[in-house]
């Protein structure tokens, strides 16, 4: 997991709530990829980007928003938060392969 | 389009037996492919990858994979399994540098005493 950076580690929302997960990588990889993983199963790819001021939707994009104004950072907002949203997320550099961080666990109630 | 195939959610093998984790591919472009270990509550790990050459590649931990493009395959093995080899093991395949990267569903390795 050297060089990504994501947090926090852990949270817990209300439904509703909003939240910005961080992810900073020292990589200076163009590309960057969020996933979410629910409890035993795999990745899904929620959005990325292929460099600074582009990015893009994945497989399940609904209730998410990215922004990537810097190499380095690719933040990922929930603006309404579900239960649904209740996963594993993990911010992944990508050059010939992908690095992934140590991943935020989020719980909403 | 690419994608991937893991053959069994779950494999259980016995300690010091051959470890044996299957994937098959799908791609329209030379793919590149990757095996990822991920242990309890933690991110993925990369075990190792094919880009191109050799079509046997040797990773860490002692696992190796083999390229065989005529059967579309990338499977996984270890000769002896050890305890600290269970977890959750995923392929992926992807089209080069950059490029999306397409995850199969992941085989959680059961090591028994």
């Known amino acids: 997991n050297a060089g990504v950076t994501q947090t926090p580690k852990f949270r817990i929302l209300k439904i509703g709530q909003s939240m910005t997960l961080q992810c900073t990588q020292d990589m200076n990889h163009n590309y960057m990829y969020w996933y979410r993983q629910d409890p035993g199963m795999g990745l899904k790819l929620i959005y990325y980007s292929v460099g600074a001021g582009i990015t893009d939707k994945g497989e399940v994009p609904n209730g998410y928003n990215v922004s990537r104004s810097t190499t380095e950072d690719f933040p990922l907002r929930l603006e309404l938060a579900a239960p649904s949203q209740t996963s594993v997320y993990f911010c992944?550099?990508?050059?010939?392969?992908?690095?992934f961080g140590p991943g935020t666990r989020l719980t909403v109630l | 389009a690419q994608s991937v195939t893991q053959l069994g959610s779950h494999v259980s093998v016995s300690e010091g037996a051959l470890v044996l984790l299957r994937c098959n591919y799908s791609?329209?472009?030379?793919?590149?492919l990757f095996w990822y270990v991920q242990y309890p509550n933690q991110g993925l790990q990369l075990l190792l990858k094919?880009?191109?050459?050799?079509?046997l590649v040797k990773g860490i931990n002692g696992f190796e994979a083999e390229f065989k493009k005529s059967e579309t395959s990338f499977h996984l093995t270890k000769p002896s399994a050890h305890m600290s080899d269970a977890a959750e093991y995923f392929c992926?395949?992807?089209?080069?540098?950059?490029?999306?990267?397409?995850f199969g569903t992941g085989t959680s390795l059961t090591v028994i005493p």
């Open positions: 791609s329209s472009v030379p793919p590149y």
């Open positions: 094919y880009t191109t050459g050799a079509t």
């Open positions: 992944a550099p990508s050059g010939y392969e992908q690095f």
């Open positions: 992926a395949v992807t089209g080069g540098n950059g490029n999306q990267f397409y």
